[in-house]
C-alpha cells in the first residue's frame, strides 16, 4: 500500500521524519506494508474487525442509547518503540512507582513530606480520595500500587512525557493482550523477523503478584468486579479467566469474624487475595459509601485485620490527583534523591492565585481539566474550544480554583492508521503497565490509544478513541 | 464452585438446548407441510400450544398464519421462550460467566447470537422455506457442544450445564410429542390411516429419531413411537434417558456413588427416573398421553426449583441480585 503522499505535519510522526524517510525502527514493517495492497490492507482490517466481534471483545458506554456493547476498534497498523526509546520509559516508570509507593505510604502514616513543606498538608488531607479509614495502615508487603498504567504521550521534541499516573484500577491491559493475538495474525512473518517482546506472560506476571501479598503457601486469588454492567466487565471476565482464578461478584462474597468467604455450591470457601476493580468507596458500605451495592460488609475490617489483601491497596487514589501530578517531580527528588527520569508536563495548579491568574489569561491556549474527573470528562481544550466555552470554564475556575488544574496543549505524536482515505496520521497516546510485586516490573508493550477523528486530540475510548498494538523491539 | 456461576451454567444449558429444540419444534411442521394431501390445511396451532404459550401468542396476534407463528417462535422477543429470547439469555449467562467457558464455547454462543440477529434482520419469518436458516442455528448449537465436549473438564461446570441441557431436552421431547396431541385430524376415523403416519412420522424426524426407530420397531404405530421417545433406555432424546443422565450429573456434583440420594434434589429425579424405568407403554396411553406428559412437565419444574435451593440459593441472608430465571 502507497505511503508516499503520507504528510506527518507539523507533529512528530512515529513512523516518518519530517522528511519522509522511514524512520529505522519501522524499516521492517514498511517494507510489508509496501508488499501488501491498499485491497489485502483493508481486508487484514476487516478480519482484524470479525475476530474481535467473535470474541465479544467490548466496552460498555454510559449513557449511550445506542446499545451497551461496542467493539474498541483496532487499526492494524502498530505503533512500534525501538529499545532504547523503551529502556529510558522503563526506568523512568519504575523510579516513579517506586516513589508514589513511598509517597503514599508517608502520607498515611508519618506525614514527613507533608512536615517538611514540601506538599502542602490541606492539598492532601483535604482531598476527597483520602481515606481517613486508612491512616496508620501498612497495607500487606508495604505495596500500596500494585498495577498502575501510567498514561505518556510523545510531544514534537521527540521527548516523552507522563500526562496521568493512573494507581486506582487502571483498564485496558485486556486489550494490549487480545490485540497483540489479533495483529500477529495479520502479520505472522513479521514478529519473527523483527523481534517483539512478547507479553502474552502478563497473566501470569499478574497472578504471581497477588500470590505474593499472601503468606499462604497457596492462596485463593480472585477478581472483585462491579458486575457485567461495568464498562470493564470483558476485562475482569478475560483477566479471570486467564489467570485460571474466580470472577466474583459482591453478592457472592460474605464477612465472618473478618474472615472474607466465597458462597459457592459446595459451602464457603475462604479467599485470600483480591484483585478488585471495584472504586475505593463502593468496596464497603460499612467503611464507606453506605448505599454501595456492589461492596462486601465488613471487607474493610478483614483488611485491617489483615485477613485478606486487596490490589491495589485503598486509598491510592489521592496520589493520582491530577494537582497532586504537580507535585510528582518534587515527591521523587524528597524520597529517592534522584532527578526525575520522565518529564512531566508543566502544571498550572489554579488553586495557586499566581497560577490561575495566567490561566484566566491564557485559556485559549491551554488545556484545562478537572483535578479527579477521568476519561476525557470535564476538560476543556484551549485551542479548540469556542470563546463561550472560554468564559464558562472561565467561571467554573473562579468559583471552584482547587477543582482545576491547566497545562499547556501538547502536541501528541502521530502515527499512520488505516482510514477510508488511505492512511492518514492519527494522534497517540501510550498507557503501560507496571506491576509492583518482589519488585517492580514495567511490561515491554501498552495500550496505544488513537483518536480516529482527523486532527483530533481525544483518545478515550467513551469518546471515538480506538487502539493499536504496541510492538517493543529486542 | 461459586453458586452463582452454577446457576448461570446451569440456565446457559436450559437456554442452549432450548433454543436448539425450537429450531426442532418448527421443523416438525414444516416436514409435515410437504407431504400432506393438498386439500388439507397446514396447521400451525398446535405448534404454539404445545410449547404452552398459546395465550401470549394470542395477545399479539391473531389466527395462526405460519409467518405469525415463525415470527413468534423464532424471533418475537416479546415472548420469553423463542429462540431469539433463548439465545440472548444463553449469551447472556455466558458472557457472566466467560472466564469459567473455554474460550471457544463462549465465541460460539457470541456468533450463535449475531446468526439470529442477522437472521431477525433478514425477516426470515417472512421466507417461504427458511428451514435453512434454522438448520445453521442447529449446527451451531451442536458446534458448540461438540467443542465443549472435546476441550472442557469433566467438572462441577461441566456436570451443572449438563444437567441444565438434559431437564431442558426432557420438557421439550414431551412437548414435542404433545405437538401430536393437539394436531387435529379431519375425523375420527382418520386414526391408522396414512395421514395419521404421516403425522408420526415428522414427528420422529424432528427429533432425530427416525431411522433409529425403524431399525427399533420397523412400522410406525402410535404406541411404539411413544414408547420410544417416553421410555427408550437408549436414545439420547427419549425423556428416560434424559432423566437418568440429569440424575447421573447430580450425584456427580454431591459425589453419591452409592445410589439413593444425598439432597431433595436428587431425591425427586431418582423418583421420577424409577417411574420412567418400571412404565409400561400401555399404561401411559391408558392413563391419558396428554396428561401423562402434562404431569412430567410439572415434575421436571418441580426437580429444577429442588436443584436451585439446593445449590444456588443455599444462603439464608442470600440477597439475589440476578433476575429469576425459567
Known amino acids: 500500500m502507497k505511503t508516499e503522499g503520507y504528510k506527518s505535519g507539523e507533529h512528530y510522526d512515529e513512523m516518518f521524519t519530517p522528511e519522509g524517510e522511514t524512520r529505522a525502527h519501522y524499516l521492517e514493517f514498511c517494507e510489508t506494508l509496501k508488499k501488501n495492497t491498499a485491497k489485502k490492507m483493508h481486508h487484514l482490517q476487516f478480519a482484524a474487525n470479525q475476530t474481535q466481534r467473535s470474541m465479544g471483545m467490548t466496552f460498555n458506554v454510559y449513557h449511550d442509547n445506542q446499545g451497551l456493547e461496542k467493539i474498541l476498534h483496532l487499526d492494524i497498523i502498530p505503533r512500534i518503540i525501538p529499545n532504547e526509546e523503551w529502556r529510558k520509559i522503563e526506568s523512568g516508570l519504575k523510579q516513579r512507582t517506586n516513589a508514589l509507593n513511598m509517597f503514599l505510604q508517608d502520607i498515611y502514616n508519618e506525614r514527613r513530606i507533608l512536615k517538611d513543606g514540601i506538599i502542602p498538608s490541606e492539598l492532601i488531607l483535604n482531598s476527597k480520595d483520602y481515606l481517613d479509614p486508612c491512616v496508620g495502615l501498612t497495607p500487606p508487603k508495604g505495596i500500596w500500587c500494585h498495577i498502575t498504567g501510567t498514561d505518556l504521550v510523545k510531544s514534537k521534541d521527540g521527548e516523552y512525557y507522563i500526562l496521568e499516573d493512573n494507581l486506582r484500577c487502571p483498564s485496558g491491559v485486556s486489550y494490549m493482550l487480545e490485540s497483540r493475538e489479533i495483529i500477529k495474525r495479520a502479520y505472522p512473518k513479521l514478529f519473527y523477523k523483527r523481534g517483539v517482546m512478547p507479553v502474552s506472560d502478563y497473566p501470569a506476571k499478574l497472578l504471581q503478584m497477588l500470590q505474593n501479598l499472601s503468606d499462604k503457601p497457596k492462596p485463593v486469588v480472585g477478581v472483585l468486579t462491579p458486575g457485567i454492567y461495568n464498562s470493564a466487565y470483558y476485562e475482569h471476565s478475560y483477566l479471570a479467566l486467564q489467570m485460571g482464578v474466580e470472577l466474583v461478584s459482591g453478592v457472592d462474597l460474605i464477612v465472618e469474624n473478618k474472615i472474607v468467604y466465597m458462597q459457592t455450591t459446595q459451602g464457603l470457601q475462604q479467599i485470600d487475595v483480591l484483585y478488585r476493580r471495584i472504586d475505593d468507596t463502593f468496596l464497603d458500605p460499612l467503611a464507606f459509601n453506605p448505599d454501595s451495592m456492589l461492596g462486601v460488609p465488613g471487607l474493610f475490617e478483614a483488611y485491617k485485620a489483615g485477613n485478606i489483601a486487596l490490589a491495589n491497596a485503598p486509598g491510592t487514589g489521592v496520589a493520582d490527583d491530577k494537582a497532586v501530578y504537580a507535585y510528582v517531580p518534587k515527591i521523587i527528588k524528597y524520597y529517592l534523591n534522584e532527578e526525575p527520569i520522565l518529564n512531566n508536563v508543566p502544571t498550572y495548579l489554579c488553586r495557586e492565585e499566581k497560577d490561575r491568574a495566567y490561566v484566566l489569561e491564557n485559556i485559549h491556549e491551554l488545556v484545562v481539566k478537572e483535578t479527579n474527573a477521568a476519561g476525557g470528562y470535564g476538560m476543556l481544550i484551549g485551542p479548540k474550544a469556542t470563546k463561550e466555552e472560554h468564559d464558562k470554564f472561565r467561571e467554573l475556575i473562579k468559583n471552584n480554583p482547587t477543582n482545576y488544574i491547566a497545562q499547556p496543549t501538547l502536541s501528541l505524536s502521530t502515527v499512520p492508521t488505516l482510514t477510508d482515505e488511505g492512511i492518514e496520521g492519527r494522534h497517540v497516546d501510550l498507557r503501560p503497565y507496571i506491576l509492583y510485586g518482589k519488585e517492580i516490573e514495567v511490561i515491554p508493550g501498552a495500550l496505544t490509544r488513537v483518536a480516529l477523528k482527523k486532527g483530533s486530540l481525544v483518545v478515550n475510548s467513551s469518546q471515538g478513541g480506538g487502539s493499536k498494538d504496541t510492538w517493543v523491539l529486542y | 464452585m461459586l453458586s452463582r456461576v452454577a446457576n448461570h451454567i446451569y440456565w446457559l444449558g436450559r437456554y442452549l438446548e432450548r433454543a436448539e429444540n425450537y429450531a426442532r419444534f418448527i421443523d416438525v411442521n414444516f416436514n409435515l407441510m410437504q407431504d400432506l394431501p393438498i386439500d388439507l390445511k397446514e396447521q400451525w396451532m398446535p405448534l404454539v400450544a404445545a410449547t404452552g404459550d398459546l395465550d401470549l401468542y394470542n395477545k399479539f396476534n391473531e389466527g395462526f398464519d405460519s409467518k405469525n407463528v415463525l415470527f413468534f417462535l423464532a424471533f418475537d422477543e416479546r415472548n420469553p421462550n423463542s429462540m431469539m429470547s433463548a439465545v440472548k439469555s444463553a449469551r447472556e449467562n455466558a458472557r457472566i460467566i466467560r472466564e469459567n ?94 395421514l395419521d403416519f404421516l403425522h408420526w412420522m415428522a414427528l420422529l424426524k424432528s427429533v432425530t429419531a427416525f431411522n433409529t426407530y425403524r431399525r427399533v420397531y420397523g412400522n410406525i404405530a402410535p404406541a411404539s413411537v411413544v414408547e420410544f421417545l417416553v421410555l427408550d433406555k437408549y436414545f439420547p432424546r427419549s425423556i428416560y434417558y434424559c432423566i437418568k443422565e440429569a440424575e447421573n450429573c447430580l450425584h456427580k456434583i454431591s459425589g453419591n456413588q452409592g445410589g439413593g440420594y444425598k439432597n431433595s434434589a436428587e431425591k425427586a429425579i431418582g423418583e421420577l427416573r424409577s417411574k420412567l424405568e418400571f412404565a409400561d407403554v400401555k399404561e401411559i396411553i391408558a392413563f391419558g398421553l396428554h396428561e401423562y406428559l402434562d404431569n412430567l412437565q410439572v415434575k421436571i419444574n418441580s426437580i429444577s426449583n429442588q436443584i436451585d435451593s439446593n445449590f444456588f440459593t443455599i444462603r439464608d441472608n442470600f440477597t439475589k441480585q440476578t433476575t429469576v430465571q425459567e
Open chain 2, 101 to 194: 467457558l473455554s474460550k471457544e464455547t463462549w465465541e460460539k454462543s457470541n456468533e450463535l447470537y449475531y446468526m439470529m440477529q442477522e437472521g431477525n434482520e433478514k425477516k426470515i419469518w417472512k421466507k417461504e422455506d427458511p428451514r435453512a436458516f434454522f438448520e445453521k442455528v442447529k449446527n451451531q448449537i451442536l458446534l458448540l457442544y461438540g467443542i465443549a465436549d472435546s476441550s472442557l473438564a469433566r467438572t462441577e461446570g461441566w456436570y451443572f450445564r449438563q444437567l441444565g441441557q438434559f431437564l431442558e431436552r426432557a420438557d421439550k421431547t414431551s412437548r414435542i410429542l404433545d405437538v401430536k396431541y393437539h394436531i387435529l385430524l379431519p375425523s375420527e376415523e382418520e386414526v391408522g390411516t396414512p
